[in-house]
């Protein structure tokens, strides 16, 4: 016999057992909770069969409601990974979490509507595409300029600083673009010129398995080009020069400096990329309710996006928007009744702090090991 015949057959690794957990785990619980549903030792009064087994006889009864449900539920993943993105390039950048990413969300949309009420109101220009579209442009220049200042007076100064420092840095962005854009565009708020441009309304009836679902025009076009804002955004990160930049400047700016990489040139282009995403994102949600400072809560939920996807992916942010977003409605459709109704405002966070147990980095986050 060799030695190779001999040698023990390694065992599995820690991973692979954790992966085969996620799997038998559920598989399992399904295996038991039919067995006892069958022999009647839980039935529909007891609080393990409403929880457990109740949500999934409906989503197998009413097919039409589950695809319904799946299909809300990824149009607001696909947004809140839109808002989750704008926070990933800033980190990827400046290795700092920004909160004044919700309230650009909020004053980009505030300055495409103030620019178009301008045109419209005070130089009577004809409401429409053509006065929607220069609307658009000034916002856009409103976000570079506000790209070139924040570069200018907070992220120049603090080069090299502790993180924290830089983090309360734009703790104090947020609260300053929060008094400025009340006092530039009022508390009250604000319609979203939807129609001028040119997003789709109304609704549509589609058959599927056990009956029909209604699908909101705008829904779509929000997935369309949230879908399409984001693979752009990361094939220019990915495959171009700035790209390659971005990621050295991410690794070390020491580093960057070294073999030439402006800071100055990069931080500029990764606020205004991110303006722009804020911008898009405060027209889809605009449109589907209104434009007001309470928007800038629904930022927020990138917080969970990025527990679950990693603070420095881009397809992490995709991936996990779009499992917080599912997993809202579903919960809330199905479990909600059981609680009151309403968690579709909390779940998120209990899903990303479940997660922190497993995964700290996220499904596509890198571990850091630091020596002490």
């Avoid at 087994?53 to 989503?59: E, I, K, N």
């Avoid at 025009?217 to 949230?226: F, G, K, P, Q, R």
């Amino acid at each position: 016999m060799t030695d190779a015949t001999l040698a023990p057959r390694p065992g599995l690794s820690a991973a692979q057992l954790r992966r085969i957990a996620w799997i038998a785990v559920p598989v399992l619980l399904a295996v038991v909770l039919t067995l006892l549903t069958r022999a009647g030792a839980i039935g529909p009064a007891d609080w393990t069969y409403k929880i457990l087994v109740d949500p999934f006889v409906t989503m197998w009864s009413l097919p039409d409601l589950l695809i319904q449900t799946l299909w809300e539920g990824f149009v607001a993943g696909v947004l809140y990974a839109l808002i989750a993105l704008g926070f990933v390039l800033i980190f990827k950048a400046s290795g700092v979490f920004n909160f004044a990413q919700g309230i650009m969300v909020v004053f980009a949309a505030l300055s495409l509507i103030g620019f178009y009420e301008i045109l419209v109101g005070r130089f009577g220009l004809p409401a429409g595409h053509a006065v929607a579209a220069v609307a658009l442009i000034g916002a856009l220049g409103i976000m570079f300029l506000l790209a070139v200042a924040v570069e200018r007076i907070v992220l120049r100064p603090l080069v090299n600083q502790p993180e924290i420092i830089m983090l309360m840095a734009t703790v104090g962005l947020s609260f300053f673009l929060t008094g400025f854009g009340e006092l530039a565009f009022g508390g009250n708020p604000k319609v979203m010129i939807t129609s001028a441009l040119g997003l789709p309304t109304g609704s549509s009836s589609i058959d599927v398995p056990g009956g029909r679902i209604n699908v909101q025009h705008l829904d779509v076009a929000a997935a369309m080009i949230a879908t399409v804002l984001i693979v752009s955004l990361g094939i220019f990160f990915q495959k171009t020069r700035i790209g390659r930049a971005l990621r050295a400047v991410a690794d070390s700016h020491k580093a960057a400096l070294s073999v030439g990489i402006s800071l100055n040139q990069i931080w500029i282009i990764v606020w205004f990329t991110a303006g722009i995403v804020a911008l898009v994102t405060g027209i889809m949600w605009g449109a589907r309710s209104e434009v007001s400072f309470a928007l800038e809560v629904i930022a927020l939920k990138a917080l969970p996006v990025l527990v679950l996807g990693g603070f420095t992916s881009i397809p992490g942010a995709i991936v996990g928007g779009l499992i917080i977003g599912i997993g809202e409605k579903l919960g809330e459709f199905y479990w909600g009744p059981l609680m009151g109704g309403g968690i579709e405002t909390w779940l998120a966070y209990i899903i990303a702090l479940v997660f922190l147990l497993f995964r700290p980095q996220g499904l596509f986050g890198e571990k850091i090991i630091e020596r002490i």
